[in-house]
T-cell receptor, first 113, second 114 residues
Framework: AQTVTQSQPEMSVQEAETVTLSCTYDTSESDYYLFWYKQPPSRQMILVIRQEAYKQQNATENRFSVNFQKAAKSFSLKISDSQLGDAAMYFCACALNTDKLIFGTGTRLQVFP | EPEVTQTPSHQVTQMGQEVILRCVPISNHLYFYWYRQILGQKVEFLVSFYNNEISEKSEIFDDQFSVERPDGSNFTLKIRSTKLEDSAMYFC????????????FGPGTRLTVT
């Protein structure tokens, strides 16, 4: 069974600064996918970034990047040049291709001007 | 850009009543999912659906729940006799286009059972 752990219930960052959200996971599979989803107050789940476990290169999407450490089973999200609109809950998730997503408990990110 | 849609956005029902939550997945997707999120908690998997049948379901998805794809576009979740603890946000998601298998979520239906 897979598990996903987010040990930071809340984080805060100053506008324009960089913040890193932590996530660790556990799976016995070698082929899986990792995701970060953003949930703003509207509660919509928005895909931020994905990482295929077979890829060594860390995924990047504009200001969002990941630090994927497969041996350590760690998948952190770095947000650069933080903006007020980045304030939200962020959920880390793991899936085996078309299988269900297993989510962590989330990290609430506050962005201060 | 294609998106998953869900109706209604908010449903209020009395305990013991049946509710049907509706979803229209992205048109060329093959895999469909329902998740729920109790307020303040994490998102939990309920059921996945592929090729007109359930491929996996969680412990939450008991006999009170059922899913259906009645036509080529809609995907529904039915709760037969709602309980207070069914109050939650219900998300539909779909995937299966391309190689990356990411799931795209609808905006959710907030179910309130009184």
């Amino acid at each position: 069974a897979q598990t996903v752990t987010q040990s930071q219930p809340e984080m805060s960052v100053q506008e324009a600064e960089t913040v890193t959200l932590s996530c660790t996971y556990d799976t016995s599979e070698s082929d899986y996918y990792l995701f970060w989803y953003k949930q703003p107050p509207s509660r919509q789940m928005i895909l931020v970034i994905r990482q295929e476990a077979y890829k060594q290169q860390n995924a990047t999407e504009n200001r969002f990047s990941v630090n994927f450490q497969k041996a350590a089973k760690s998948f952190s999200l770095k947000i650069s040049d933080s903006q007020l609109g980045d304030a939200a809950m962020y959920f880390c998730a793991c899936a085996l291709n078309t299988d269900k997503l297993i989510f962590g408990t989330g990290t609430r990110l506050q962005v201060f001007p | 850009e294609p998106e998953v849609t869900q109706t209604p956005s908010h449903q209020v029902t009395q305990m013991g009543q049946e509710v049907i939550l509706r979803c229209v997945p992205i048109s060329n997707h093959l895999y469909f999912y329902w998740y729920r999120q109790i307020l303040g908690q994490k998102v939990e998997f309920l059921v996945s659906f592929y090729n007109n049948e359930i491929s996996e379901k969680s412990e939450i998805f008991d006999d009170q729940f059922s899913v259906e794809r009645p036509d080529g576009s809609n995907f529904t979740l039915k709760i037969r006799s709602t309980k207070l603890e069914d109050s939650a946000m219900y998300f539909c998601a779909s995937s299966g286009s391309g190689m990356t298998w990411e799931q795209y979520f609808g905006p959710g239906t907030r179910l309130t059972v009184t």
